[in-house]
């Protein structure tokens, strides 16, 4: 998970959630954020120190099913944090949060259980939600391949990495995907790092 937090932080997995932030928080001043298959918690520690230095109020939720992932994530003592050792689908809130979003999640998951987390976002999220996930592609695979091979330490970064990104997506399948679950209104725009930035504002 440090490593993680590493790439996320050198390769723009971080820049590319604070885009999506941005792009559904509206210059609002007190936001809620939720974040599925939330790891270790750098996302949302990358948000508390965005919205810290503009002055926003912000709670967050953050749910993973891994109680290990949750331990590393609640040691970061993140203020107004709420962490849930859980399936996302058994969660059920007392308040939608305001966004819903998730990072390098999508991937791991089959095209059926794809369409049942597009369709449980949209409909728990209160301004929208976004995904930040991988762009499949062979110089994608390869340069994560040789990086990881130079300069990880961790087993699983380096096996994970190439198998992460071959399970990734092109931008026809965001497109397939949204279509299939009769939601119309979404962008799809490609980041740096081999990174897609997918919203959907429930307001358009």
Known sequence: MQELDFINTWLGGHAITLAGLRQLSRNQLSISVCEIGCGGGDNLAAIARWCEKRKIIVSFTGIDKNPDCITVAAARNLPHCTWI???YKEVQFERKP???FSSLFCHHFPERELKTQLLWMHHHARMGFFINDLHRHPLAYYSIQWLTRLFSKSYLVKNDAP???ARGFVKNDWEQLFDSVGITTFSVKWKW???WLV????SS
């Open 85 to 87: 050792t859980s399936d």
């Open 98 to 100: 305001d966004i819903i």
């Open 163 to 165: 198998l992460s990104v």
């Open 193 to 195: 790092a081999f990174r």
């Open 199 to 202: 919203v959907v504002n429930s």
